[in-house]
């Protein structure tokens, strides 16, 4: 179980590996991608944790179950 500090790094992690990775200075090793990658996923938060916190802050969080994760991808073909 991770603990809220744990969650709280693996999101902002998340967030600065894709911004690294969104800005495509250089070239990234797969491999290095990968470790990274499964080590924010340890602590990242699940669809039950983002279920919790929808209910108790609404204007932050929408409930995964209602939320359309294609949508940003259709956004930007």
């Known amino acids: 179980m991770s603990t809220a500090e744990q969650r709280t790094r ?3 992690g998340a967030r600065a590996l894709l ?3 969104a800005d495509g200075r ?3 090793c797969a491999d290095l991608v ?3 990658a499964m080590t924010l996923l340890r602590h990242y938060p699940s669809e039950a ?3 919790v916190s929808a209910i108790a802050l609404p204007s932050l ?3 995964p179950a209602q939320v359309d994760t294609r949508r940003e991808h ?3 073909s």
């Open 26 to 28: 250089g070239p990234y």
């Open 19 to 21: 911004a690294t990775l």
């Open 10 to 12: 693996a999101v902002v």
């Open 61 to 63: 969080w929408a409930e």
């Open 34 to 36: 990968r470790t990274l």
């Open 74 to 76: 259709r956004r930007r």
């Open 49 to 51: 944790d983002i279920d």
